[in-house]
């Protein structure tokens, strides 16, 4: 009980904050207006695949897809930004606008057909009528009237986009570059409210970190902007990149503005890294970084010291990394930058819960309508199996010992932590792993954020209603949203706790199958307790963050590690991954013979593929061991309430 005071007893303060309700949906509307601008998307995901053969490979001088020219691209970028910053206006307090970027078969139409399906709880808009506009005038007579006029942003200083997209949440204005060939059509209807243009031409060094000062004074620090809602938005560099006749490497940050601009949110880009960046190359070192502890300090302030929303993530891909090409200038890869980046929100009490950019092929539209469904209906979680289930099967001796000549496998899957992959679910590209034939042949712990309930309700409804008796719903990283717990500050961990514990408790969460604590790497002990306490069935952290021992049980409850080996490639790669850590953590380490494995957005076709390999290895399910013995694994593929009760039966008390 000293331990439970000592970790939880302070949170009884926050209580009334905490606990209080957010307002119920408004009710459905009675006319939706659709708008296809999938001819104004550009899929890298394809692109790249059919040229480089792997969609992660996009070099800056790739052929431009057919038909367009880089004056076609720019101009599609600039329509894509008008239209996302409107749709956020016009969205703001009911759903009026929705858009189709990838097509009749995409994945906005998708959940479009699902919200219409009479009598299932994710068909909210069955009785909405759908009415197709057919052009941009047509769009323009119907939602102009909704705005200010425009603001414009100043393409010699790409950082103005994203000052203007905060300009557009607070004023109501829609955004528009100066230059743009789209200017003579919008200004004869909207008038100019306010122009960016030549106002950081002789900012110092740095134009781009003197716009985000600029805007951080004029609206977050002023409080007209929300603090509680960033927006790590890629700024108007796609556009520079296309005025230079190159391309851009992925997504161009111009779908998910409509959320940004809905909630008055503030929107950056800047590196975290101590580096000049690519984009502004003669700024002071570390002025970027400088810039962006500015605005998360501001934001804090503001915000009385709640948690902050991160939505987008760190472009990597176009900037701040090795993958953006020699240009960068920079040696750190992606991974590096994304956990910089989160360890610094967390130290502010910042969560991400967006994502952005290309998730095959997809970008993140329509938030600003996805967010009025209705949230689905409170869950309980499964019921753990009993020893008597567990002797039954096998697993156990009947006097409760591990019988012995088995190896445990649990497969997460991943990384459905962002609101983005989970839109992304039934994408084209991605093999639509949710409609898989295979889903439900096989036990599977499903990672997802029950707090995406916030931003995507009718999605997560589809899912919980969707869900087979080998899906398992466990919690993803590090909580109610992604961030580092060890870099949160000691009252901001508390309001931590009981955000997630809330989700977790509504939705039926108690396993938490991903605890990244990135660069903080092994979790502080009285964290741990903190997440023992919200998820008492079990718990799992990557094996290269963990503190010895492991497996263990922490505050009663099984925790354990993730093998670093990550299931991908093929089914016969990943079953050799499967192999190696049998090796290593079995064998050479001497753990108990339960193995866990994340697989990041694979089908389940390819888990059912890697089960059918590590069970028929050959037909006495033997590898070959580190001396050239003969093993015998025995892999069983277990549910995560079957491997979490299992493991906690071999574990000292």
């Given at each position: 009980?000293?331990?439970?005071?000592?970790?939880?007893?302070?949170?009884?303060?926050?209580?009334?904050?905490?606990?209080?309700?957010?307002?119920?949906?408004?009710?459905?509307?009675?006319?939706?207006?659709?708008?296809?601008?999938?001819?104004?998307?550009?899929?890298?995901?394809?692109?790249?695949?059919?040229?480089?053969?792997?969609?992660?490979?996009?070099?800056?001088?790739?052929?431009?897809?057919?038909?367009?020219?880089?004056?076609?691209?720019?101009?599609?970028?600039?329509?894509?930004?008008?239209?996302?910053?409107?749709?956020?206006?016009?969205?703001?307090?009911?759903?009026?606008?929705?858009?189709?970027?990838?097509?009749?078969?995409?994945i906005d139409a998708f959940w479009l057909a699902?919200?219409?399906?009479?009598?299932?709880?994710?068909?909210?808009?069955a009785d909405t009528e759908i009415v197709t506009?057919?052009?941009?005038?047509?769009?323009?007579?119907?939602?102009?009237?909704?705005?200010?006029?425009?603001?414009?942003?100043?393409?010699?200083?790409?950082?103005?986009?994203?000052?203007?997209?905060?300009?557009?949440?607070?004023?109501?204005?829609?955004?528009?570059?100066?230059?743009?060939?789209?200017?003579?059509?919008?200004?004869?209807?909207?008038?100019?409210?306010?122009?960016?243009?030549?106002?950081?031409?002789?900012?110092?060094?740095?134009?781009?970190?003197?716009?985000?000062?600029?805007?951080?004074?004029?609206?977050?620090?002023?409080?007209?902007?929300?603090?509680?809602?960033?927006?790590?938005?890629?700024?108007?560099?796609?556009?520079?990149?296309?005025?230079?006749?190159?391309?851009?490497?992925?997504?161009?940050?111009?779908?998910?503005?409509?959320?940004?601009?809905?909630?008055?949110?503030?929107?950056?880009?800047?590196?975290?890294?101590?580096?000049?960046?690519?984009?502004?190359?003669?700024?002071?070192?570390?002025?970027?970084?400088?810039?962006?502890?500015?605005?998360?300090?501001?934001?804090?302030?503001?915000?009385?010291?709640?948690?902050?929303?991160?939505?987008?993530?760190?472009?990597?891909?176009?900037?701040?990394?090795?993958?953006?090409?020699?240009?960068?200038?920079?040696?750190?890869?992606?991974?590096?930058?994304?956990?910089?980046?989160?360890?610094?929100?967390?130290?502010?009490?910042?969560?991400?819960?967006?994502?952005?950019?290309?998730?095959?092929?997809?970008?993140?539209?329509?938030?600003?309508?996805?967010?009025?469904?209705?949230?689905?209906?409170?869950?309980?979680?499964?019921?753990?199996?009993?020893?008597?289930?567990?002797?039954?099967?096998?697993?156990?001796?009947?006097?409760?010992?591990?019988?012995?000549?088995?190896?445990?496998?649990?497969?997460?899957?991943?990384?459905?932590?962002?609101?983005?992959?989970?839109?992304?679910?039934?994408?084209?590209?991605?093999?639509?792993?949710?409609?898989?034939?295979?889903?439900?042949?096989?036990?599977?712990?499903?990672?997802?954020?029950?707090?995406?309930?916030?931003?995507?309700?009718?999605?997560?409804?589809?899912?919980?209603?969707?869900?087979?008796?080998?899906?398992?719903?466990?919690?993803?990283?590090?909580?109610?949203?992604?961030?580092?717990?060890?870099?949160?500050?000691?009252?901001?961990?508390?309001?931590?706790?009981?955000?997630?514990?809330?989700?977790?408790?509504?939705?039926?969460?108690?396993?938490?199958?991903?605890?990244?604590?990135?660069?903080?790497?092994?979790?502080?002990?009285?964290?741990?307790?903190?997440?023992?306490?919200?998820?008492?069935?079990?718990?799992?952290?990557?094996?290269?963050?963990?503190?010895?021992?492991?497996?263990?049980?922490?505050?009663?409850?099984?925790?354990?590690?993730?093998?670093?080996?990550?299931?991908?490639?093929?089914?016969?790669?990943?079953?050799?991954?499967?192999?190696?850590?049998?090796?290593?953590?079995?064998?050479?380490?001497?753990?108990?013979?339960?193995?866990?494995?994340?697989?990041?957005?694979?089908?389940?076709?390819?888990?059912?593929?890697?089960?059918?390999?590590?069970?028929?290895?050959?037909?006495?399910?033997?590898?070959?061991?580190?001396?050239?013995?003969?093993l015998h694994p025995n892999y069983t593929v277990?549910?995560?309430?079957?491997?979490?009760?299992?493991?906690?039966?071999?574990?000292?008390?």
């Amino acid at each position: 009980m000293d331990r439970l005071a000592r970790i939880f007893l302070p949170a009884l303060l926050l209580l009334p904050l905490l606990l209080a309700c957010a307002a119920p949906p408004p009710p459905p509307p009675d006319r939706l207006y659709v708008f296809d601008v999938s001819d104004l998307h550009l899929d890298h995901y394809r692109l790249c695949l059919a040229e480089t053969g792997s969609p992660d490979a996009c070099p800056a001088d790739l052929p431009l897809p057919p038909g367009k020219t880089f004056p076609d691209l720019l101009r599609d970028y600039d329509t894509l930004i008008f239209l996302t910053t409107l749709q956020g206006i016009v969205n703001r307090t009911r759903p009026r606008l929705y858009l189709l970027h990838d097509g009749p078969a995409g994945i906005d139409a998708f959940w479009l057909a699902k919200y219409r399906e009479a009598g299932q709880p994710y068909g909210w808009l069955a009785d909405t009528e759908i009415v197709t506009l057919p052009d941009l005038p047509a769009l323009l007579d119907v939602f102009a009237p909704d705005l200010n006029g425009l603001v414009l942003w100043d393409p010699q200083v790409p950082a103005t986009l994203n000052a203007a997209t905060t300009i557009a949440g607070v004023e109501n204005l829609a955004v528009l570059r100066a230059g743009s060939p789209l200017e003579p059509l919008l200004t004869a209807i909207l008038p100019v409210k306010m122009s960016l243009v030549g106002k950081f031409d002789s900012a110092g060094p740095s134009p781009k970190t003197a716009v985000y000062a600029w805007a951080r004074a004029q609206y977050l620090a002023s409080g007209r902007a929300n603090p509680r809602f960033l927006a790590y938005l890629e700024d108007g560099w796609p556009a520079v990149l296309y005025s230079r006749q190159k391309m851009t490497r992925g997504g161009v940050y111009a779908l998910e503005r409509d959320y940004v601009v809905q909630e008055r949110g503030f929107a950056f880009d800047l590196s975290p890294w101590p580096d000049p960046p690519l984009d502004d190359p003669s700024q002071p070192p570390g002025a970027d970084r400088a810039e962006l502890e500015a605005i998360l300090q501001t934001a804090r302030a503001q915000a009385g010291g709640r948690l902050i929303k991160i939505w987008g993530f760190i472009p990597w891909y176009q900037k701040y990394s090795a993958a953006a090409g020699a240009e960068a200038a920079v040696s750190y890869s992606g991974v590096e930058g994304e956990w910089e980046s989160t360890w610094l929100f967390s130290r502010y009490g910042g969560y991400l819960q967006g994502g952005g950019g290309d998730v095959f092929g997809a970008g993140l539209a329509n938030v600003s309508v996805h967010r009025f469904a209705p949230p689905p209906a409170p869950r309980q979680p499964p019921t753990p199996p009993t020893q008597a289930d567990l002797v039954a099967q096998g697993y156990l001796t009947p006097d409760g010992r591990l019988s012995p000549g088995r190896t445990f496998v649990l497969f997460y899957m991943g990384d459905y932590d962002l609101a983005h992959p989970v839109a992304a679910l039934m994408a084209n590209h991605a093999g639509q792993p949710w409609l898989d034939p295979r889903r439900g042949d096989i036990p599977l712990a499903w990672g997802f954020n029950p707090a995406l309930v916030e931003d995507l309700p009718g999605m997560m409804s589809y899912l919980y209603a969707t869900q087979t008796g080998q899906d398992y719903f466990v919690a993803a990283n590090s909580g109610a949203g992604y961030l580092n717990p060890d870099a949160l500050p000691e009252t901001t961990l508390l309001r931590w706790l009981w955000r997630s514990r809330g989700f977790y408790r509504r939705y039926g969460y108690d396993i938490q199958g991903f605890l990244l604590n990135g660069l903080g790497a092994a979790m502080s002990q009285r964290r741990l307790d903190a997440f023992a306490w919200l998820t008492p069935a079990g718990m799992a952290a990557p094996d290269f963050e963990m503190d010895e021992p492991w497996p263990r049980l922490q505050w009663g409850v099984p925790l354990t590690g993730i093998a670093s080996e990550a299931l991908a490639g093929t089914p016969d790669v990943a079953a050799e991954a499967v192999h190696t850590a049998y090796r290593r953590v079995v064998l050479e380490q001497k753990r108990p013979p339960f193995l866990l494995f994340r697989a990041a957005f694979q089908s389940p076709t390819f888990m059912w593929g890697v089960r059918d390999r590590i069970q028929a290895h050959d037909a006495e399910n033997r590898i070959t061991g580190p001396n050239g013995e003969i093993l015998h694994p025995n892999y069983t593929v277990v549910d995560p309430y079957t491997f979490f009760a299992l493991l906690k039966y071999t574990l000292p008390e």
